[in-house]
Nanobody, 114 residues
Framework: QLQLVESGGGLVQPGGSLRLSCAAS????????MGWYRQAPGKQRDLVAR???????YYADSVKGRFAISRDNVKNTVYLQMNSLKPEDTAVYYC????????WGQGTQVTVSS
């Protein structure tokens, strides 16, 4: 079964940038549409962005124009470039297929604060 490991989170100031990575372990995921999800404290987990095998992308309205999703099928890795970060972007970020059918990993914490 596909296993995913998220990394790249951290503490940044508003307006800053982060690049998240999601690497496969145990299997490749180049056949799947992949998504980034996030869950803030007290909130449900929502889709942030997704990218298909052909490179087609979708972004939630809240991040459109600020985030960019990409993938490297050779490295079995999906990325999320986050620019112009806002405090409301603070959340644990997860990767998974879209729709999500793999077990959720631990995610990576993104905190946007002064």
């Amino acid at each position: 079964q596909l296993q995913l490991v998220e990394s790249g989170g951290g503490l940044v100031q508003p307006g800053g940038s982060l690049r998240l990575s999601c690497a496969a372990s145990g299997s490749v995921f180049n056949r799947y549409t992949m998504g980034w999800y996030r869950q803030a404290p007290g909130k449900q987990r929502d889709l942030v962005a997704r990218i298909g095998s052909g490179g087609n992308t979708y972004y939630a309205d809240s991040v459109k124009g600020r985030f960019a999703i990409s993938r490297d099928n050779v490295k079995n890795t999906v990325y999320l470039q986050m620019n112009s970060l806002k405090p409301e972007d603070t959340a644990v970020y997860y990767c998974n297929t879209w729709p999500p059918f793999m077990d959720w990993g631990q995610g990576t914490q993104v905190t946007v604060s002064s």
